[in-house]
């Protein structure tokens, strides 16, 4: 049962990692990317052409593999998001734009590069190490340790710097924003590129782990997603919370009855959260203006 509780807590935190870009892009835009695991993919694949290129370093890899998707997340704002965005709050077409999206971007990967699963060969941290008793992944737990550090950076930022204070003027009220000089525009254009920077960084991170294929960002964007709902999608300590319960949850009712009832027992602690407490367990309540 410790061991369960350990390694939950440590798999949570790596979709914590992955949700930290939906918390993104709804604390500002209210809006999220359902092409979100095509964009982990994208990185992996970007790492795998930069990589068989010998003297390309490794540092640019990760450059490369990160930037990529990030800049898509840009455009994908700018031309399938914003025109839905930015009038009623009940306007929710971006969200079939993004499903959409993520179909066309799969079709595609999957006729470009065939939906078999390849190795990733990037630095990573190769072997285990045993923590609290408990043995680990040395790449799971490199995983775990940057998703408690980035989403701790994304947090301070919010909070305690300039931009921080943009974005949430933004959220709160775009056209008072505005009216003070600052551009929503480019606020939610950039919070949408950090957002998919953070999900490039992960799909290289997990396919150098598990394999690069296509397909390999669907089960993480489930929980990924489950995440962000429990711990509060306008909340980014939430995420690491969330987390925490939902790794937990899943794999101490997998230990004891089957790893098919930890993925039940995850999503109906979702469905619970929303009836108890529909903006998420650190979550605020999100004001429509109409």
Not at 12 to 18: D, I, N, P, R, T
Not at 108 to 125: C, E, F, H, M, Y
Not at 157 to 180: H, I
Request: aromatic letters at 8%; proline letters at 3%.
């Amino acid at each position: 049962m410790y061991e369960s509780v350990m390694l939950g807590a440590v798999t949570g935190l790596m979709f914590s990692f992955v949700a930290l870009g939906f918390v993104l892009t709804f604390i500002t835009t209210k809006t999220l990317n359902f092409a979100l695991g095509e964009f982990m993919a994208i990185a992996g694949f970007v790492a795998l052409g930069l990589a068989s290129v010998s003297w390309i370093p490794a540092v640019l890899v990760f450059a490369g593999a990160i930037a990529v998707p990030a800049l898509l997340g840009g455009a994908t704002y700018h031309v399938l998001v914003r025109p839905f965005a930015g009038g009623s709050g009940h306007d929710v077409r971006w969200l079939l734009t993004t499903v959409a999206l993520s179909f066309v971007l799969l079709n595609l990967l999957i006729n470009g590069q065939s939906a078999k699963v390849r190795v990733l060969d990037v630095p990573t941290a190769d072997g285990f190490a045993t923590l609290l008793g408990v043995t680990y992944s040395k790449q799971l737990l490199v995983i775990a340790g940057l998703a408690v550090v980035v989403v701790t950076a994304a947090h301070l930022v919010l909070e305690k710097t300039s931009v921080g204070v943009k974005m949430r003027a933004v959220s709160e009220d775009p056209e008072m924003a505005s009216l003070a000089g600052i551009s929503p525009r480019a606020v939610a254009i950039g919070t949408w590129i950090a957002a998919m920077a953070v999900a490039g960084l992960v799909g290289v991170l997990w396919s150098s782990y598990a394999g690069l294929s296509p397909r390999m960002g669907l089960a993480l964007l489930i929980g990924a997603f489950a995440v962000a709902v429990i711990g509060g999608l306008t909340s980014v300590p939430g995420v690491l919370l969330g987390g925490l319960i939902y790794g937990i949850t899943t794999y101490v009712t997998g230990y004891q009855f089957g790893a098919a009832w930890g993925d039940v027992a995850g999503l109906a602690l979702v469905v619970v959260v929303l009836v108890l407490r529909p903006h998420g367990l650190l979550g605020r309540r999100v004001e429509v203006k109409v």
